[in-house]
């Protein structure tokens, strides 16, 4: 499978203080509540027409809230493994949210099973994110819709961009954080020819990639760095929860920047 090409821009509607009120309610799967870092989580569910499901959808607001921040779509790895919309809800991610003060983004996590986040046999998935989740979450969070990043760990990295190939001009940021790319790039999608086919493939998006020096996925994430002319990041450690808990700050410092300078 190949990108298919540039996806229509979606349009980003603004919601007054009611309207947000009156989604958040209708939305929610259990009550929103506060962490200790005095974030807002809500569990929401989509009822998808691409991935014909009610698919689960949690959503971060941080302290302070208000409207108009703008959006972090945020991918996990393999269901199979573990992984789903809230294995990121770690308190190391809270507390690098609440350390960008005024910066934090909001932050949609949504559930993607062992899809890879591509259009595939098993469903649109990617699809999925840009027509049903972001809508979703702009709506829902009132986010600026002409600001908004996404990124992902291992299945998650791969799939931030494969999803932002499809609608370049849709995201300010693109980060791969153990991002799962085989060696030579090999995969349902291979991000890594795609780059090297069109390197400007994600427009004016800032791009990252990190992961560890023991990472089986580390010599792939270093062929598609090399293919977008970007610096891979290496830090000690494996493709698990230890390594990417250390380095929230690093993740959320990216993404706060791309998006506050943006446009």
């Known amino acids: 499978m190949t990108f298919a090409g540039r996806r229509r821009r979606l349009p980003g509607a603004l919601f007054t203080a009611a309207a947000l009120v009156v989604a ?11 962490n200790p870092q005095g974030a807002r989580i809500l ?19 941080p302290a302070g809230g208000g409207a108009h921040r703008p959006l972090l779509v945020f991918l996990h790895g393999l269901h199979s493994l573990g992984y789903d919309n809230n294995s990121q809800l770690t308190d190391q991610m809270f507390a690098a949210l ?12 949504p559930y993607g099973d062992d899809s890879y986040w591509v259009n595939g046999a098993d469903g649109p998935w990617a699809s999925y994110v840009l027509d049903e989740v972001i809508p979703k979450a702009l709506t829902v969070l009132d ?16 799939g931030a961009y494969v999803i932002a190939g499809l609608d370049p ?3 300010c940021a693109v980060g791969g954080h153990s991002a799962a790319i085989g060696d030579g790039g090999g995969g349902p999608v291979d991000v890594v020819a795609a780059a090297r086919a069109n390197p400007t493939l994600y427009g004016h998006a800032q791009l990252w990639l990190d992961g560890g020096d023991a990472d089986p996925f580390h010599a792939g994430d270093e ?32 993404y706060a920047h791309a998006l506050a300078t943006c446009g």
Do not use: E, K
């Open 169 to 171: 001009d849709r995201f």
């Open 98 to 109: 609440h350390a960008l003060g005024p910066s934090a983004p909001d932050i949609a996590f």
């Open 143 to 158: 986010s600026d819709p002409r600001r908004v990043a996404i990124g992902g760990i291992s299945m998650g990295g791969f």
């Open 43 to 61: 569990h929401l569910t989509i009822a998808s027409r691409f991935v014909h499901g009610a698919m689960p959808l949690t959503l971060v607001t």
């Open 223 to 254: 062929q598609l760095a090399s293919a977008l002319h970007i610096p891979m990041h290496v830090w000690p450690g494996g493709h698990d929860f230890g390594y990417w808990n250390a380095h929230w700050s690093d993740y959320l410092g990216f």
């Open 24 to 34: 958040t309610l209708a939305g929610c799967s259990s009550p929103a509540r506060v």
